[in-house]
Structures are given as C-alpha cells and as structure tokens.
C-alpha cells in the first residue's frame, strides 16, 4: 500500500496531479455505444445532447475481429464530435486480453484531453487499479495530458465483491463503482441467464393459511440488493461514486425502471442504458422527484442551522433528517445546473408547497 503522504503525487513524471476529491458531475446515465458499429456512431453526435455520459465500449458486445475496428471507431468519433458539457468515457477491454494494453496506450496518446473516465472491468483487487493508475500517469505524461483521466472498476466478479472496500480505495484516480451483475452472476455460479432484474425463481412465500387451501402469496426478492448495498458503502466510504450497470431486457422498460429505482433509493448516481429507450428512464429514475426537493429545501429552510429536533406536517425533523434532505437537495441542485426542464420542474413544485 501506497504512503498517506505519497497518494497524491503522480506516479510518473510530468503526469497531472491526482484530483483530491471525484467531482460530481451528472451522471445519471452512462450511456453505450459500440464505436465499431457505424449505423451507431453515426447518432453520436444526436445522443450527445441527451445523456450525462457517452461511453465508447470496447469490451464485451464487441466481437473479437471488431476490438481493433472499434477502437479506431472510437479515436474518430472522439476528435469528429464536439461533445458540449457531456462527458466521454470509454470502457476498454479486460487487464487479461490481449487487447488492453492498446486500448490504454492509443486511447490516451491519442484521445487522452478528451476522455473524462476509463472503465475498467472485471477488477479482481486494488492490484488491478495500481496497474493502470501507473500506466496512466505514463501515458499522460508522454502524450502531454493535463489533467487526470479517471478511473472506474465493474464489480462483476465473486473476487472483486470480496475485495470491494480495497478496489474503491486503490487510488485517487478512483471515479465510481458499477454492478456487472451478467458476469458476476457467472462468476458467482449463479443459475441466472438474465442481465440484471429478478428472478421468478428467487422469493419468500406467505406461511400456510389455516384452511390449508388458500393459495399462498409469494414475494420476489432482489437478487442483486446484497451487492449494491455493499457497493454502496465502498463507495460512501471512500468518496467515490455507486452505479447500477446494465438491465438486458431492453423490452421490459417497466421492471428496468424498477432496477434502476432500486438502485438510486439504496445511493447509486446511475445506471448505464444500452439502448436509446433505457435514457429517459434513468434520466427519470436518478434526478430526485420535484416534490421530494421541495419537502427537502422545506425541511432545510426549517432547520436552520440544522441541529434541534422540530415537527413538520406531523413528521420529526432533526440533525440527521436535515442531512438527508440535503443530499436531495444538493443532487438536484447539481442536476438542474445541467437540465433546464428538471430545473423548471423543482422551482414550480418549490412554489407549490406551503412553507
Ligand atoms: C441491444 C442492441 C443489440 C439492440 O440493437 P438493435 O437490435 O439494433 O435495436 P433496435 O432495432 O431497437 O434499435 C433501434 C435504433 O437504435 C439504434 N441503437 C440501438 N442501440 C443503440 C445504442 N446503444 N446507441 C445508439 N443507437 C442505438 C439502432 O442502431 C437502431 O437504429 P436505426 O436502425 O437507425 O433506427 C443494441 O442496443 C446494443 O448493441 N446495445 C449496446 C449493447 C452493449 O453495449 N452491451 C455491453 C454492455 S452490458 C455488459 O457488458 C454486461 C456487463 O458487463 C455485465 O457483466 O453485467
Ligand atoms: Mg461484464
């Protein structure tokens, strides 16, 4: 393990220095694209607008004579696009292919004042993160890169659950966390084929009635909310950031939406869509309703500086419901300095509720 003192000074010469802090920027949806495909690099510049994040995948769902296709696809449509306040991030291929370390050396040589953020998958242990944190700095330094590029581990494997409070603390690079949950459910064992979402299969079933003949109701239970929670706490612990990754049946928008919620109540910032109909869902799903701020900024205003116990609408308020609505009110705060209509929509329920 790295000094206290030596966290953060970069790790090669000439290489920016470490953030001292990740800055929230919105993101509440990461979205895919395959930059290999053209029919579907062709939109980038269309999409850009309307997402938080474009993330030019490299890895999984790009088949094995597509990586180099892809990776060319994606240096292009870096430098052809101007992607405004959206941010770029890419996800390259496992630290275990043979594709990797290219994908690092030509994405930063050649996109590196471009890209905001590196995924990173399949992380097994802060190991993984030491070796692409150094390898960045080299890179950086070499290409004359000036500021940070970020980093971000999927957990999708039974060892990088295990080792998650190390993984999200490996260094100052350190953006966010995703749940891989397709390959940890593989690599769990986990008799699952879905990407995410539930499972009829999993549930709790009601005790039998007394007349034993009444059929007896059943709950399905999240499959995935050990791993997110857990996730989470990383995640708080070290000052990085939660996400929700994919949900597979892009068909089924209604339990996506589920997951996702299931994910921004327990903490995440968002989730990744893998398809266009999945951006409005989690622009929806991760930007705090307009009436959950109002009643925040409500509480807040109250509260004063924040200490004291004091009812509101018959319900308790003190130190730390007062911290609670702020973490509403602050993601909303941050949203709305990106999204004008979500911005609107907080000022008029703000206007709505009674003081
Ligand atoms: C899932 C898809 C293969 C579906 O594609 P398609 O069959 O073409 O769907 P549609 O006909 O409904 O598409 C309508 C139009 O939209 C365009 N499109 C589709 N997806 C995207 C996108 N992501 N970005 C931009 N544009 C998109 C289509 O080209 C159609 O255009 P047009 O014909 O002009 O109308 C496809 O959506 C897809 O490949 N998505 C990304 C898949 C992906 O990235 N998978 C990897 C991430 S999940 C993972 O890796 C698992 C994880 O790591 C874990 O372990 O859990
Ligand atoms: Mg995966």
Known sequence: MRSPKDFFRPLAVGAPAPVREVPFRPSRMIHFFDPGNEKMAAKVPAIAPTVDVLLGNLEDAVAADRKEAARAGLVRT???????DTQLWTRVNSLDSPWALDDLITLVTEIGDKLDVIMVPKVEGAQDIHYVDR???????????????????ILETATGVANVEQIAGASPRMQGISLGPAD???SRRMKTTRVGGGHPGYLVREDPHADEVAPRATFQQDLWHYTIARMVDACAAHGILPYYGPFGDIKDTTACEDQFRNAF????????SLHPVQIDIAKRVFSPAPADVAWARKVIAAMGDGTGAVMIDG????????????????????????????RDAYAAAEKETPA
């Open 78 to 84: 870096a430098k052809e696009t101007d992607f405004g």
């Open 135 to 153: 390898l960045l700095a080299q890179l950086e330094a070499k290409a004359g890169v000036t500021r940070p590029i970020l980093v971000h581990a």
């Open 315 to 342: 319900k308790m308020q003190d130190d730390a419901t007062y911290k609670q609505c702020q973490v509403v009110a602050s993601l909303a705060d941050a949203l709305a300095a990106r999204d004008p209509e979500l």
């Open 265 to 272: 109540l327990l903490g995440c910032v968002g989730a990744w």
């Open 184 to 186: 940890l459910a593989a």
